[in-house]
Every structure is written in structure tokens, then in C-alpha cells.
């Protein structure tokens, strides 16, 4: 139940642009606090420890053979872009671990155009690898990212592990061939005093996304950034500077998109 994978691991582009970085003490704790207009936010990932997960991977083939037509390894990340080549990746911190405070987090993973229109989102407890949700999908409006959640019928245990895989279904007849990626999510629990805080600001705001960061709570931050960026100038560089922080500067201008309706019944334990 644990694949091994092909791994290429992905290169960063890093633009020169300065910033100025905020943390959460700077700011008034006010739900109205605002920034000023056009003054550049910085929301940067603290580095993080090697826990043993897979290396965060661009799919190369996770079973087999690859299903693209084209041969992603040993070619830079730069000759992808140039050739909008950029291979199904996923937005994890650089130990490929997501850690959350909700029992039914989500992933987002960039799925690049594709003739293939079937995929496979699962999640197994870590430990005794048992599925603990597992569901098909159908592939729609691609190339983009995408972000896969887990309903609130499924419910992560805090202090347990558990492995999240996507699968592009190449060939259903012969699913040695699907292509993917993998990682892991961590349940974890805040202080009293961080609670407290995060209580006292705006919720699904730039001044909450700060404090989530602080504690290296990557679910949280992504999804309160992915929801803003559209439509906040200062979520939008705040969000290049997430990826960028974690060398996944190449893909902080990709739209995210509607995509991937369920097709089959979810398993749920």
C-alpha cells in the first residue's frame, strides 16, 4: 500500500523582488487591522525537519512505466516552463509533510494537461496502512491546480500520520501504469496562547494565515491564501512568496481550478 516512487525533485525559480516581512507580533490583534495599501506581505515557511515521508515528488510514473509521452527526468525545471511542460506536482512543504489542525484536511497538485481524464485521491492510516477514504475522480479543465479534500465524514486522528496518494489513471485495464504523487498529513494540536490568538483575529484572514505559519501549519495557510489570492493584491504576493519559500516558486502563478468530480462511491471507514 506504500508505492515506491521515480522522484524528481523539483527546482525553484526565484525572482530578485525585495520584500518586507511582517510577523504576527508586529501587527495589531484587531479583526480590522489592515495594511497599508501596496505594501508588499511576506509569508514565508519556516524550514522544517526531515521526518522519514517520501521526498515531494514530481509524478514520474509511480507504479510503472510512465503514462506521459514525454520523459521529465534529468530535464531542468526552466526547460519545462519555457516549454509549459510542468509535470504533475505537489504543493507540500520541502519534507513533504502537511501539517494540520483539521481532521479532514486537503492537497493541492498541479495536474498538467492530459488525454487522461481519470484519477484517485486516498488516504491510508500510516501505521497499519488502512484506507481510510478512497475515491475516483474525473479530470476536467486541466492543465492546473487542483485541490483535493477530505469530506468532514472522514476523521483524521490527532498524533497519527497518515499518507495521502494521486493517482492519474493512465490505463484502467493496467493500473501498474498510473502516474502520481504522495505525501504525508500530520493531525497536530495548538497551544492554549496560540489558540488564543487565532481566535482573536479575523478568521480566513492574511493576519491568521501569519500565525498559522508561524507554527508550520501548511494546510491552514495554503487554504486561507489560496482563497484570497484571486482577489487580494497582498494575499497574491503573499502566496508567490509561500511557494517560493518552499522552492515551488514555478508554479505560483498557475490558476487554481474547478476540477474533479467524484465518479465513484467514496470508501470511508
Known sequence: MNPKMNILQIKA????????????????????AQLSPGMRVSLRFP???ERGAPPRTIGTGVRGP?????????????????????????????????KTLSAHPSIYVYVPKTKDKQAEFRVLELQTETVVYKSQLALSNTPGIVKLSLPASVQL????????????????????ADEGVEGWFERAT???????SIQQVEPGSLEQARLYVEDG??????????????????????WVDL???VQLGALAKVSIIDCCRITSSP???
Request: aromatic fraction near 6%; charged fraction near 20%; glycine fraction near 2%.
Open 13 to 32: 525559480l526565484t525572482g530578485g523582488i525585495s520584500t518586507i516581512i511582517f510577523t504576527a507580533a508586529s501587527l495589531p490583534i484587531s479583526t480590522s
Open 47 to 49: 524550514p522544517v525537519a
Open 66 to 98: 510512465a503514462c506521459r509521452t514525454q520523459d521529465y527526468k534529468n530535464v531542468p525545471l526552466s526547460t519545462m516552463l519555457a516549454d509549459s511542460r510542468i509535470p504533475l506536482t505537489a504543493l507540500t512543504p520541502e519534507n513533504n509533510v502537511v
Open 157 to 176: 486522528d490527532a498524533g497519527k500520520i497518515y499518507q495521502w496518494q494521486f493517482f492519474v489513471i493512465c490505463d484502467p485495464n493496467n493500473r501498474e
Open 190 to 196: 495548538l497551544s492554549t496562547d496560540k489558540a488564543t
Open 217 to 238: 501549519l501548511w494546510d491552514e495557510t495554503l487554504n486561507i491564501l489560496a482563497n484570497l489570492r484571486d482577489r487580494n493584491p497582498q494575499a497574491q504576493a503573499a
Open 243 to 245: 511557494l517560493d519559500s
Open 267 to 269: 470508501t470511508e471507514n
